[in-house]
Antibody, heavy 122, light 108 residues
């Protein structure tokens, strides 16, 4: 059974750092595209970052230069290192597995974690 | 534009059909996927690709696409379908992902 379990959220002051973890089971993180998606309170979903199976990484403009996505293959775990945090980074952060379908142009998230709340406030 | 645009809110009478749309230039190159999210829960995939449903998703959910617009149709809406619905696709670069702003569906 595929499972994604996020952890590491909490209260942090503006300018501070936090590292989120996403422990995966039932599949191999390094063989898949993995993303972080966040949702501010009462707002919609916002894609944050992706790491490809080959290791390439990409970021939303809103977090580029401050956040770093990575993975530990031995632990089958995805991470999001968040630095220089701002109030607007307050959100529930989800990790999700992205499927690259055989049909050209078809990508989708088939599994999501339950989310972890990050609150940036003094 | 790399944005995906959805109507903020749509309502449907119980048992009737409703269409939720998503517009964006990237949809000319990439299929949209659709997610249902209920309060306090993680999103759930309901439609992907040309018109595919994951296991466990009722067949009243269907998808279609034309030009720069993708649509999610619920035929015979049920009370449990009341939720927020989000579309998603890659942007024109192919390496960034986008979500629509979401559509709040109310079943009357």
């Amino acid at each position: 059974e595929v499972q994604l379990v996020e952890s590491g959220g909490g209260l942090v002051q503006p300018g501070g750092s936090l590292r989120l973890s996403c422990a995966a089971s039932g599949f191999t993180v390094s063989s898949n595209y993995m993303s972080w998606v966040r949702q501010a309170p009462g707002k919609g979903l916002e894609w944050v970052s992706v790491i490809y199976s080959g290791g390439s990484t990409y970021y939303a403009d809103s977090v580029k230069g401050r956040f770093t996505i990575s993975r530990d293959n031995s632990k089958n775990t995805l991470y999001l290192q968040m630095n220089s945090l701002r109030a607007e980074d307050t959100a529930v952060y989800y990790c999700a597995r992205e499927v690259v379908a055989t049909i050209k142009g078809s990508y989708y998230f088939d599994y999501w974690g339950q989310g972890t709340l990050v609150t940036v406030s003094s | 534009s790399s944005e995906l645009t959805q109507d903020p809110a749509v309502s449907v009478a119980l048992g009737q059909t409703v269409r939720i749309t998503c517009q964006g230039d990237s949809l000319r190159s990439y299929y949209a996927s659709w997610y249902q999210q209920k309060p306090g829960q993680a999103p759930v995939l309901v439609i992907y690709g040309k018109n595919n449903r994951p296991s466990g998703i009722p067949d009243r959910f269907s998808g279609s696409s034309s030009g720069n617009t993708a649509s999610l149709t619920i035929t015979g809406a049920q009370a449990e379908d009341e939720a927020d619905y989000y579309c998603n696709s890659r942007d024109s670069s192919g390496n960034h992902l986008r979500f629509g702003g979401g559509t709040k569906l109310t079943v009357l």
